[in-house]
C-alpha cells in the first residue's frame, strides 16, 4: 500500500514539475514557439505541449475552463520503469490560480477506456494558499476512482480528445467525502 501511494505521489509531482515547467511557454515575453516543431516541446519524447484547445472541467455546479491558446495544457507520457507507464493530462492557468491533473496507468492510444491512476485539482485566490485542493484518495474503501476515456490520440493536428471522470477529495483521510469532477478534452497541435 504505501509503495503505491508512493507512486501516485511521485506521479504528481512530476505532474507538477511538467504543468510549472510548461505555463512559463505562455509567458508573453517569451517568443511563440514553430507549431511545425509541437513535438519538440519537451526532451521527453511522447510529452506535447497542446497549441489549441480546451480542457473543461466540472466539479459541483460550475465548469472550468482552460484555453490552449493563453493556458498551459500538456499532454505527458512518463515512465518509472521498464514496467511501469503513465500517461495524462496537466494543465495550469496563465493567472496561476488553477490547475489540474489527471493521470492513468499504461499507453495511451485512440479509443481506450482506463481507470484514473491519479488526480488533483487546485483552486487558489490568492499565491499564498490554495482554496480548494482535491486529490485522487485511495485511504479509504473507494473502489471506482473513475476513468479517462481517449477517443483519439496523437493522429493529424489532434493531440488528444476525449473525456474522463474522477472522485477526488479534499484530503486524506478515511472518512473523507469525495466529490466527482467531470470533463473533456480536444487538443491540438497547431
Known sequence: ???????????????AALAITTS?????????????????????PGNFLAVS??????????????DAAKDSIAFINVRVDENT???????????????FGVSSSGFVYSNINRSIAGGQFLLSADDKKPALQLSLSKYSGQKDFGNINIIQYNQGNELAKGTFYTFLAKDDKANSPYYKVEGTFDLQLK
Open 53 to 66: 484547445g480546451t480542457l473543461k472541467i466540472k466539479y459541483n455546479d460550475s465548469t472550468y475552463t482552460f
Open 85 to 99: 507507464h503513465y500517461f495524462g493530462i496537466t494543465a495550469i492557468n496563465k493567472e496561476h490560480n488553477m490547475s
Open 1 to 15: 500500500m504505501r509503495n503505491r501511494r508512493f507512486t501516485h505521489l511521485l506521479i504528481f509531482f512530476i505532474m
Open 24 to 44: 512559463c511557454q505562455k509567458d508573453p515575453a517569451v517568443k511563440e514557439p514553430d507549431t511545425s516543431k509541437t513535438n519538440l516541446v519537451f526532451s521527453s
